[in-house]
């Protein structure tokens, strides 16, 4: 495959000194090391008599200028607008936002982006404008990744097999049926200080508790308080690891009449969806701060963010979406 390079500024001013000293194109063409048609095409194009190196460059960047293919996320445009506002608002990923702008606006291609287009908007050029903004965005704020977690190194409660994550039913497993639930705490500076995160599993809704301690008295009310505000169809049961802070969970489970399994010890993997999610969180509520000045209101805020975000296993539907026509689907039914 043939390739081609264009004339360096030392070529240009190898041409002019040469014409100067009234050489041929061929013979210019044979110091330089170029095909004598490059150097007759150069000289062609000079807009005087005699050849100027100095113009001969300008001339070349204006053209260049004007044949380079313009960023579809200029800054200024709607698409540039939208983009910007769902990174910087919605914080959603660009592999998000490129499927959901999609689905808004099937019929108009000029509001269509690839997200590798975003991310190199963010990365690739230095003055760009969505850099400045959105380099903070990033969802977790590691340097490098991490090997997986080793998960607690002793398992705080005992509990009967018939509570075992095994014990789980095929369509718990399978995520068929909504309604259960993963749990966890995500703990703050010194392990003083803790928020409590539920996901489930089946669309991916979130809901943050805010917690007085890490007592179990004081987990469990926080958590029956929040799932208490979900209609009971979609409150069957909850898979937990074997913290300490769960030692009420025969209590929690009468009160809410809601089955609650446990995870083996040092297997954060068997609740994927919470450890996921939990990672999500982060970039909220970092590692090393105090999580009790955080209200629930705050709370309630977050889990918003992450409930109306597009996800691929959705088709790019949000969580809260999926949500909204499994409850729609459930009042029809009791409706007819």
């Known amino acids: 495959m043939t390739s081609y390079n264009h004339l360096s500024s030392e070529e240009r001013a190898i041409i002019q000194i040469a014409r100067q000293d009234g050489e041929t194109p061929a013979h210019i063409a044979r110091r ?15 807009s005087s008599e005699a ?52 689905i808004d606006s099937p019929d ?16 690739a050029y230095p003055r760009n404008e969505l850099k400045k903004t959105m380099i903070g965005q990033l969802r977790r704020r590691r340097a490098q990744r991490g090997h997986r977690s080793k998960g607690k190194q002793n398992a705080a409660i005992q509990v009967d097999e018939s509570q075992t994550i095994h014990a789980r039913s095929e369509d718990i497993e399978a995520r068929l049926t909504p309604g259960h639930w993963e749990g966890d705490l995500i ?35 926080s958590f029956e308080r929040q799932l208490r505000k979900i209609d009971s169809f979609l409150r069957l049961s909850m898979t937990y690891d074997r913290g300490s802070e769960m030692a009420e969970h025969p209590l929690m489970s009468k009160r809410l009449k809601m089955d609650i399994y446990f995870a083996d010890p040092h297997s954060p993997w068997q609740r994927g969806s919470n450890e996921n999610t939990n990672g999500l969180l982060r970039q909220y509520f970092p590692k ?19 409930n109306t975000r597009p996800r691929k296993r959705h088709q790019w539907l949000t969580p809260q979406e999926k949500f909204d026509v499994i409850t729609a689907d459930h009042i029809k039914a009791c409706c007819t």
């Open 32 to 46: 330089i090391g170029r095909d004598r048609s490059t150097v007759s095409r150069e000289l062609a194009r000079q």
């Open 51 to 102: 050849y100027c190196a100095t113009e001969a460059a300008q001339r070349y960047t204006r053209k260049r200028r004007r044949c380079r293919r313009r960023h579809k996320l200029g800054a200024g445009t709607p698409l540039f607008a939208k983009v910007r506002d769902m990174l910087e608002h919605r914080q959603w990923s660009p592999q998000q936002i490129a499927q959901r702008l999609q």
């Open 108 to 123: 108009d291609p000029s509001m269509h982006v690839c997200h590798e287009t975003i991310y190199s908007a963010i990365y």
């Open 187 to 221: 703990v703050g500076a010194h392990n003083r200080s803790a928020i409590g995160t539920l996901v489930e599993r089946t669309t991916g809704f979130v809901v943050l508790c805010k917690v007085a301690s890490k007592s179990a008295q004081d987990v469990r009310e």
């Open 288 to 306: 090393g701060t105090d999580l009790s000045v955080h209200s629930q209101t705050k709370l309630n805020d977050v889990a918003w963010l992450l």
